[in-house]
C-alpha cells in the first residue's frame, strides 16, 4: 500500500451509526481526481454506499484499507470553510457529521441542465430613506467596510422601513463583490419577498427551502456554489448555501422559533450564522420590531450593535390598543365581548377591513362530561381531543387520530357532554350569526392544507373580496394587509397558559405582530385584546407597544429563575413504547450524568415532558443548565458514552431548546 494516498469518508449509511468516519485507500486510477468534499461510491460491508471525502490521512489506519470504487460527481460538494461549519453544527448540537451533511447540502440527483432565465436588474432610483433608516444603512455600511464579523439587530417598529434598509445593504456590499443571505422564517413570504428584491436585483438571486423538487435545489445549489448569483433568499437551509464570497446573513424576524429545526441536527440558523460570519468575515443583520430577549441582551452587554428605526413611515401614529377583561364580560354571551362586536359593526358600516385572531382550530378544544368531568383524550397521546363541527368528528392534532363525536360518556353513560373552550370554526360560526351581511375568509392549517390555498386566500382578502379574515398565528406573520382598520384577539391567553417559561414573550411578540397588521394607507387602526389576565405584563406591554417594558420585566424574572440568556440549557428527551423502558433509561442517564456534574452545572430530572406521550411514544426528560456550552457538551458526552449503546436510540439531544413540551 506504499506510494498510495488515503481518503478519510463519512459513509452515507441508512444506519444510526456513531459520528465516525472510514479510512480508504485511493486506488491509481483517482490519484489527483478525488478531492475534499468528493462524492465517492465506496464497499461498506456487503454494500455498495456512496460517502463524502473529509480528509486525506498520512497513514492507514489498519494494514489493509479498501479501495475507494469511483468518484459519483466529478464536482465537489463542500470546501474547508463549509466543512469546518458542518464540524462545529454537529459539535455544538450533538449531531453527526453525516447528519449536517445530509441537512447542508442538495439531494444527490444529476442536473437537468435546464436554461434559467435572468431578468435585469432595475435601473430605477433608489428611494429616499428618513434619516433613521440612513443612521441603519450607515451602521451596516461601516460593518461591511471593516472586513470582520459583526452582528447588528435591526429593532424596527412595523412600517419603519427595515425591508428598504436591507436592500440598499445589499446594493452597497454586492458593490464590493461580495455576496448576501436573506433568511425569511415561513416559505409562504417567499414569493412576496422574492418579488421586491426581483424588481432591485433581477436575476442575480436565487430562492432555496425545502417545498423545491429534487431537481430543482440541485440546480440552484449547483449555481450559488459556482458562483453564478449573488443573493440568496430562502428558510432556515439557506444559512448553508455555500456563496464563496459571502459578507452578509440577514434574518428577517429573527424571533421566529421556526428558524430552529425539530429533528437532527436541531440546529438554530441564528447561531449558525453568527459561525459562519466568524469563518467569512461576514456581517449578520437580526432584523425584528420584537427581537428575542437573548438577542436584546446582547445589545446591553455590548456583544451585538443596535440599529433602531422607531417612526413609521408614510403611516401615521401606531395603533389605539384596547384590552377587554373577559372576567367582567357576561357568562354565556358568546365569544365577542360587547366592546368587540361594536368595534367591528363599526367597522363595516365604513367598508374597513377586519382582522380576527384565535390560535386555536377545530371547533372546541375538547369535550368534557358535565356529570363526572371524564374528557376525551387521544388514545395514542396524552392530549385532549378536539371537536370538529362540520365532520362531527374528535380529533388529535399530534397524530392525526380521528373518531366520530360521542353522544354518551364511556365512563358514567351521560348524555350531558360540554364542548369547552373556542376554536376558530365555533368563531366562524358565531361571526356568520351576528353579522350575516359579512364576507368572511378563515385562514388555518384546516383551510390551507391543499397547495395554493394560503395565497388563494391571502388574494382574495388584499383584493377586498372580503371584510372579514380570521386566522390563527400565520395571519400575524409580516403580511401587508390593505385597508384592515380593526384587529380582534379572540383570547390572548391561549399561549400564556403553556408550560414554557418562554411563553410570556412569545404572547407579547404575537401581539405586537398583530397589532402591526392595521392602521396602514392612512386609516385609523384600533386592536381590541380580549383576556382573563389584563394585569400580566406581557399583556400590558403589548397594549403600550413598549418592547423595554416587557423586556426590563421578563429579564428581571429570567436571571431570578436562571433561564436564558443567564444559562445555557440541554434538553434529554427519552422516548420508547412502554414506560418503564423510559423510566429506566432515564434514570440511568442520571446516574451516568450526575457522575461528572461539575460547578454551576445543574441536572434537572428526570421527569415525565409536558406532554408526556405522543404517538404511542412515552417521553421522559432531563435538563442540563449552566453557564458553559462546553462544561454542559463535557457532561453530556461523558454521561452518553456510559449509556448502554442499546439504551442510546432511545435518546434525544436539543441544544438550547425553544420548546419545551
Known amino acids: 500500500m506504499e506510494g498510495k494516498r488515503f481518503a478519510e469518508v463519512v459513509v452515507d449509511s441508512p444506519a444510526r451509526l456513531p459520528d465516525k468516519s472510514f479510512h480508504y485507500s485511493i486506488p491509481s486510477e483517482l490519484e489527483g481526481k478525488v478531492t475534499l468534499g468528493s462524492l465517492v461510491n465506496v464497499p461498506f460491508g456487503r454494500q455498495r454506499l456512496k460517502g463524502f471525502v473529509i480528509g486525506f490521512p498520512e497513514k492507514a489506519v489498519f494494514p489493509e484499507l479498501k479501495e475507494l470504487l469511483s468518484i459519483a460527481d466529478e464536482t465537489p460538494f463542500f470546501n474547508e470553510e463549509m466543512l469546518e461549519l458542518a464540524r ?30 435572468m431578468p435585469k436588474v432595475s435601473s430605477r432610483s433608489l428611494p429616499r430613506l428618513t434619516s433613521e433608516q440612513e443612521n441603519a444603512l450607515n451602521l451596516i455600511k ?22 428598504e434598509v436591507y436592500l440598499q445593504a445589499i446594493s452597497y456590499l454586492l458593490g464590493k463583490r461580495r455576496q448576501a443571505i436573506v433568511l425569511l422564517p415561513e416559505i409562504s413570504l417567499t414569493p412576496q419577498t422574492e418579488v421586491r428584491f426581483r424588481e432591485r436585483f433581477g436575476g442575480r438571486l436565487v430562492i432555496l427551502h425545502s417545498q423545491l423538487s429534487r431537481g430543482e435545489r440541485y440546480e440552484r445549489w449547483r449555481k450559488v456554489q459556482g458562483g453564478e448569483v449573488d443573493l440568496v433568499i430562502g428558510t432556515r437551509l439557506a444559512v448553508f448555501a455555500p456563496l464563496p464570497r459571502l459578507g452578509l446573513i440577514i434574518l428577517d424576524e429573527e424571533q421566529e422559533t421556526s428558524y430552529k429545526q425539530k429533528k437532527n441536527p436541531r440546529y438554530h440558523a441564528r447561531e449558525v450564522a453568527r459561525y459562519r460570519a466568524k469563518l467569512s468575515r461576514a456581517v449578520v443583520i437580526l432584523s425584528s420590531a420584537v427581537p428575542t430577549l437573548e438577542s436584546y441582551f446582547q445589545v446591553r452587554s455590548s456583544s451585538y450593535r443596535l440599529a433602531e428605526l422607531k417612526q413609521r413611515i408614510d ?74 363541527q362540520t365532520k362531527k368528528m374528535i380529533c388529535c392534532h399530534y397524530c392525526n387520530y380521528q373518531e366520530r363525536a360521542p353522544h354518551l360518556c364511556p365512563q358514567c353513560q351521560s348524555r350531558a357532554l360540554n364542548l369547552r373552550g373556542i376554536g376558530t370554526q365555533r368563531v366562524e360560526e358565531e361571526v356568520r350569526r351576528l353579522f350575516p351581511s359579512s364576507r368572511f375568509l ?29 386566522g390563527t398565528q400565520m395571519v400575524a406573520k409580516r403580511l401587508d394587509f390593505p385597508r384592515v382598520a380593526l384587529v380582534g384577539v379572540i383570547n390572548a391567553d391561549t399561549a400564556l397558559n403553556l408550560a414554557d417559561f418562554r411563553a410570556s414573550e412569545r404572547t407579547f411578540q404575537l401581539l405586537v405582530q398583530l397589532a402591526g397588521r392595521c392602521g396602514r394607507e392612512g386609516i385609523p387602526g384600533k386592536v381590541i385584546i380580549q383576556t382573563y389576565n389584563p394585569e400580566h405584563h406581557s399583556i400590558k406591554s403589548a397594549q403600550n407597544l413598549s418592547f423595554l417594558q416587557f423586556y426590563e420585566q421578563e429579564i428581571a424574572y429570567r436571571k431570578e429563575l436562571n433561564y436564558p440568556p443567564f444559562s445555557h440549557l440541554i434538553n434529554i428527551v427519552i422516548r420508547s413504547n412502554t414506560e418503564s423502558k423510559v423510566k429506566e433509561v432515564a434514570h440511568k442517564l442520571k446516574r ?70
Not at 384596547?322 to 363599526?346: A, H, N, Q, Y
Not at 365604513?350 to 378544544?365: A, D, M, V
Open 88 to 117: 462545529w453544527v454537529a459539535k455544538y448540537y450533538y449531531s453527526t457529521l453525516k447528519e449536517v451533511l445530509h441537512c447542508i447540502l442538495p439531494p444527490k440527483v444529476l442536473p437537468r441542465h435546464k436554461k434559467v432565465l
Open 315 to 388: 403611516l401615521g401614529p401606531g395603533p389605539k390598543i384596547e384590552v377587554v377583561d373577559l372576567r367582567e364580560e357576561e357568562r354565556g354571551k358568546g365569544t365577542f365581548s360587547k366592546k368587540l362586536s361594536g368595534e367591528i359593526r363599526e367597522s363595516l358600516k365604513k367598508k374597513e377591513r377586519i382582522l380576527l385572531f384565535l390560535n386555536q382550530r377545530g371547533y372546541s378544544p375538547f369535550i368534557q362530561c358535565f356529570s363526572c368531568g371524564f374528557i376525551f383524550r387521544c388514545p395514542h397521546c396524552q392530549v385532549s381531543l378536539t371537536y370538529y
Open 442 to 470: 378563515r385562514m388555518d392549517k384546516d383551510t390551507t392544507w391543499r397547495r395554493g390555498e394560503y395565497e388563494k386566500i391571502l388574494t382574495a382578502f388584499a383584493k377586498g373580496e372580503a371584510d372579514i379574515l380570521l
Open 592 to 661: 451516568t450524568l450526575g457522575d461528572k456534574e461539575a460547578e454551576n452545572v445543574q441536572l434537572l430530572g428526570p421527569s415525565p415532558c409536558p406532554l408526556s406521550r405522543i404517538r404511542d411514544k412515552y417521553r421522559w426528560h432531563l435538563m442540563l443548565r449552566g453557564k458553559s456550552m462546553d462544561n454542559l457538551i463535557g457532561i453530556l458526552n461523558s454521561g452518553l458514552t456510559k449509556l448502554p449503546k442499546c439504551d442510546y436510540n432511545y435518546v434525544t439531544v436539543d441544544v438550547d431548546p425553544l420548546e419545551m413540551l
Open 142 to 163: 461601516e460593518a461591511i467596510d471593516k472586513g470582520q464579523p459583526e452582528i447588528i439587530l435591526l429593532k424596527g417598529v412595523t412600517g419603519s422601513g427595515k425591508t
